[in-house]
């Protein structure tokens, strides 16, 4: 855990962990103490397991998205694209059932579509960003305008609907798990967890920070600038397409409005985390408490008639704001 020296009134120094570190840790502490407080039912099992599988999916590609950001990129697209790695899933496994039939292979070639899909998504962005030197901010609003319109025209305008009893026999990839703990919660602290050890104990994460640090420092400390943006990117599509995977059995369906602001949350969740957004310096558990506080504050919203769930975006757009702000003030100060 990162630490700073702070000077003690009586000239001592004492290593107290910095606000970086505490905010998160602390927002989340007193959202849990006013969810209990408000709804007596916030800290049922029900309830907590409902807010952790809902928070997977996002919670996953913020994961990605941390590396993106780290190494000084941003996606605007993964809503986008997940709404289209859907619907092109749904489109496969429908045109597969006459000859496949229902069972497990239908099931795997609808994953291997969406892995495979993500990959080369990812890797679009990541080529268009790093070989074609176009600025991340405008590739991927782009990608997104694109990804929306060809899912709306895959749906003719309307929903892509998985097979119904198809559907039935995937659903349990989204309800079911191990010893309670749904699928959705365990493939999300797998990702964490490889996730946090490729940050902070190998190479390509050092990487990540030098190049989202300064990018020509890193050219001549001998660090593939261009590859390993490239592969951040690469990485997000990935776990755009595991995050898909879990969606899809939860509605069976992808529509225009599937994944809508789904980018908003990821990138806020990787800033309340304390990851820097113009990159060098990032973390995944951070991440983690980000994904969590953003949930609960939907879960608190659901549950209370004190502000409309209508204005989650608006208060997810606030924290981006103020979170942005205070790296500012840290970084002056």
């Known amino acids: 855990m990162s630490t700073v020296n702070e000077t003690t009134g009586g000239g001592k120094l004492s290593r107290l962990p910095s606000m970086t570190v505490l905010g998160p840790i602390l927002a989340l502490v007193l959202l849990v103490i006013a969810g209990a407080l408000i709804n007596a039912n916030f800290l049922s099992a029900g ?12 919670g996953i590609i913020a994961v990605g998205m941390t590396f993106v950001i780290t190494a000084g990129g941003l996606d605007l697209s993964v809503g986008s694209m997940a709404a289209f790695i859907a619907g092109l899933m749904i489109l496969v496994m429908n045109a597969a059932l ?54 709306t025209w895959l749906a003719n305008g309307g929903t892509l609907s998985l097979d119904f009893e198809l559907r039935t026999f995937y659903r349990p990839v989204y309800f079911d798990g191990i010893f309670g703990i749904a699928w959705p919660i365990i493939v999300f602290a797998i990702v964490v967890i ?38 951040t990117y690469a990485m997000l599509g990935l776990l755009v397409g595991v995050a898909t995977i879990m969606y899809v059995p939860r509605l069976g369906s992808a529509s225009s409005s599937t994944g809508v602001l789904w980018e908003l949350e990821a990138i806020a969740a990787v800033i309340i985390g304390g990851t820097v957004l113009k990159g060098g310096f990032g973390r995944v558990w951070g991440t983690v408490l980000g994904v969590l506080i953003l949930g609960l504050i939907e879960n608190i919203l659901n549950l209370t008639d004190f502000v409309s769930p209508y204005l989650n975006g608006a208060i997810q757009g606030v924290i981006i704001i103020l979170a942005v702000i205070l790296q500012r003030e840290r970084k002056t100060s």
């Open 47 to 58: 309830n907590i397991t409902n807010v952790l599988a809902r928070s997977a999916f996002i």
């Open 98 to 151: 006459p000859s496949m039939g229902i069972g497990i292979p239908i099931v795997l070639l609808g994953m291997v579509v969406a892995i495979f899909a993500g990959i080369l998504a990812g890797l679009l962005n990541g080529f268009m960003i790093t070989t074609l030197r176009i600025e991340a901010f405008i590739v991927t609003l782009g990608t997104m305008g694109i990804y929306r319109s060809l899912v």
């Open 194 to 231: 490889l996730g946090e050890i490729l940050m902070s104990r190998t190479v390509f994460g050092r990487h990540c920070a030098a190049t989202g640090s300064n990018e020509d420092v890193a050219h001549y400390s001998n660090v593939n600038v261009r590859r390993t943006r490239l592969l």
